[in-house]
């Protein structure tokens, strides 16, 4: 008698579930167009919602809010993409009720696409001339490299550079690492002073990846119809190598990233340098306080002597999404956050974002020097960083899963119990299934 | 003899250990300095600046976090109390009462204490959606008041601890049925109430997916959502590490006073319904 009745109730939910499923699904196929929005500009006042997790963005909206009475920005806000806000934009695409722009990071935007949520601006002549204003690879990264497309505005860059302890090195005789070589070479007198020469990130695969991009590794394609999936070709097989002969070596240390450890290794000077983004610049100030003044930041080590490449590290976008009943209202907004000098400034100061123009590399805040690096100008190194980064990387729809079965591997690696190439490698063949589950054609 | 007085002394001396060390690293950690805190041991204080950082935490955006604060209180204690009124007047209904499809109706709600809230989550937003009511009050305080499980225990309870002939004696005094429930039944159920306010209580404070899909609004966040949110930026902003230790530290105690002031009933609650 009692378990009939419960079915019932579990049917009875899920009958609801689906109704509801449906009809937002039919408000979705209403709203979607196919091809370029057209972008007209809107009669009378427009109300666009904007939903991002940057903090102090309030008060850059507001600057725009008094300029523009007739476009209104409200903020919506949350945690960050993949700690919730990117599953709400998805289920909020499902409801039909998006908001009309949102702050989605380069590595996610794929995902987005592929489930067809973003409103192609490329119909938006203003949008299409503003991408000489942006630094190659960030168009890159909006428009996938494919024509007559263009899914977001390019917000802000993590260009990479190589943080060092001046001091240290300074006192034990060792030369500032140009190429990957020297920087093992260094690893080893790191070692015999007592330290490690850094820490190898081993749950946040974003580091590698930004690692693999410098070195030439393309982990992702797509060719209109069908995805590639590679994390095995000879350039990422080449930094998975060498980052193992490190590990094996014991050169460097791998306690978790982001922890109070990790602070705490780089605080007491156990930790010498930092391959990182440009946003890393605050990581270490607030994580290591008592090492003022004592680091200096370098281009990154490169692979060939005399070379000038770099690797990215974050970076995000504000897209428009699908369904929005302002694309032309919400693509100037975008295009002024992203671009205008007082929006920059503003967002630099709040948020440490670092723009993604050209232009927003001479920011006023971007010229001085900084004390905590012993008032060296650190983001000139970032600036011309930027100018060197590859334009055709692309990431792939599911890197969420893909960052969880990596970083799986890689504590793997770090443990001994197996090695970086074969964590890539299972990696691979996990996002395979995965895109193949989700029906995404798969080139094999 | 002794060692079986020992065993359990030691047992649970260690569970207290276990659920108290936790806590106590909490206090030790908001009461230190973003830069002692990465350097100075975790379980013993520094130098106390428990003060400035709950100035800072209190400060920060306006003082969001009193603003979140004050929502969970009523989000929880709203949700908990209507939540309890309506539990206790269904069980009651369903114990008291014998009318056509009873045993389906209480089947059909014991069902719903198998659907965990999770799972539920996104079919209300979904919902919600339909009406354009996602992103308000209603949309977190509405779903947050059913709780099967509570017109589990009021069902129960009422069979056992209201006896029919006193229903019957009221009735013959020319009490109404509402008001016989209100001033006699629920004051016999009273015990039960209380285990039900905790439970409801419990569970809307920990329903933390609900807020986190229906909200984008930050001053409708719950504290649970609000310091979450905020953990979220750690990596990239170290600086509000300190707000969230310190924002954890002070969001349990409400937690901490609901209990301790209610805690005399709910253990009479349980004891009295362990005897009958």
Not at chain 2, 50 to 74: C, H, K, P, Q, T
Request: charged content about 15%; hydrophobic content about 45%.
């Amino acid at each position: 008698m009692r378990f009939p009745m419960r079915s019932l109730g579990i049917v009875l939910t899920s009958a609801l579930a689906l109704t509801a499923c449906s009809n937002g699904g039919g408000d979705d196929d209403a709203a979607s167009t196919a091809g370029a929005a057209s972008c007209a500009p809107s009669s009378g006042p427009v109300t666009l919602n904007y939903t991002t997790w940057i903090p102090g963005i309030e008060k850059v909206v507001k600057v725009w809010n008094d300029a523009n009475p007739n476009i209104q920005v409200k903020v919506q806000t949350g945690p960050n993409g993949n700690g919730g806000t990117y599953q709400n934009f998805f289920n909020q695409l499902k409801a039909g009720n998006a908001p009309d722009l949102g702050h989605i990071e380069y590595d996610a935007l794929p995902s987005f696409r592929v489930q067809d949520g973003l409103e192609n601006l490329a119909g938006c002549s203003e949008v299409t001339a503003a991408k000489d204003q942006f630094v190659d690879w960030t168009w890159g990264q909006v428009t996938f490299g494919e024509e007559n497309s263009v899914y977001g505005v390019p917000q802000d860059a993590g260009p990479m550079a190589l943080f060092y302890r001046k001091d240290l090195f300074e006192k034990n005789n060792i030369p500032v690492p140009t190429t990957w070589d020297e920087y093992a070479a260094a690893a080893e007198k790191v070692k015999s002073a007592g330290g490690y020469i850094t820490n190898f990130s081993q749950s946040d695969i974003n580091q590698f990846a930004g690692l693999s991009w410098q070195a030439g590794g393309r982990w992702f394609a797509n060719d209109g119809a069908k995805w590639t999936v590679n994390f095995a070709d000879e350039n990422t097989t080449k930094v998975a190598n060498y980052w193992q002969g490190l590990i094996d070596k014991k050169l460097v240390s791998a306690v978790p990233p982001w922890t109070t450890e990790w602070d705490n290794a780089y605080n007491t000077s156990k930790a010498w340098t930092w391959v990182s983004a440009v946003w890393g610049a605050n990581s270490i100030m607030s994580g290591a306080p008592d090492t003022s003044g004592k680091w200096a930041v370098a281009p990154m080590p490169q692979w060939t002597a005399g070379g000038t490449v770099a690797g990215n590290w974050g970076g995000s976008a504000t897209a428009v999404f699908k369904g929005s009943k302002h694309p032309y209202e919400a693509a100037k907004f975008a295009l002024w956050l992203n671009t205008s000098e007082e929006a920059l400034t503003m967002l630099n100061s709040e948020a440490q974002l670092y723009p993604a123009t050209k232009a927003g590399a001479s920011l006023p805040a971007l010229k001085q020097g900084v004390e905590f690096y012993g008032g060296q100008p650190i983001y000139d190194v970032f600036a011309q960083a930027s100018t060197q980064v590859a334009a055709d990387f692309v990431w792939g729809p599911t890197m969420t899963s893909t960052y969880a079965t990596a970083s799986d591997g890689f504590k793997g690696a770090v443990s001994g119990s197996t090695t970086l190439p074969d964590a890539l490698k299972k990696a691979q063949d996990a996002t395979i299934q995965n895109l193949k589950s989700q029906s995404i054609p798969v080139a094999e | 003899m002794k060692l079986n007085r020992i065993a359990p002394m030691v047992i649970m001396g260690a569970c207290t250990l276990y659920f108290l060390v936790p806590i106590w690293w909490l206090l030790v950690a908001a009461s230190k300095s973003r830069s002692e805190f990465s350097s100075t041991d975790p379980l013993w204080f520094a130098d106390f600046a428990l003060m400035d950082n709950l100035r800072e935490l209190f400060a920060y955006r306006d003082g969001v976090f009193l603003r979140w604060l004050g929502n969970s209180i009523v989000y929880t204690g709203g949700a908990a109390l209507l939540g309890t009124v309506l539990a206790a007047m269904c069980g009651y209904a369903l114990a008291k009462y014998r009318f056509p499809g009873r045993e389906a109706i209480f089947n059909v709600v014991l069902s719903g204490v198998l659907v965990p809230a999770t799972a539920l989550a996104l079919p209300l937003f979904l919902i919600f959606s339909q009406f354009n009511a996602t992103n308000t009050f209603w949309s977190v305080f509405l779903p947050s008041l059913v709780n099967p499980f509570g017109v589990y225990l009021a069902r129960i309870y009422a069979s056992a601890s209201v006896p029919d002939e006193l229903l019957e004696a009221a009735r013959l005094d020319g009490s109404g049925e509402v008001r016989t429930f209100f001033t006699v039944s629920s004051r016999l159920m009273f015990p039960a109430l209380v285990t039900i306010f905790l439970f409801h209580f419990v569970a809307v404070w920990n329903n933390f997916l609900l807020p986190l899909i229906m909200l984008g609004n930050e001053r409708l966040f719950p504290v649970t959502l609000g310091l979450y949110t905020w953990n979220t930026q750690v990596n990239q902003y170290p600086e509000v590490r300190m707000l969230v230790l310190t924002g954890a530290l002070v969001s349990i105690v409400p937690l901490v006073i609901a209990f301790l002031l209610l805690q005399r009933f709910w253990r009479n609650g349980l004891g009295s319904g362990a005897i009958k």
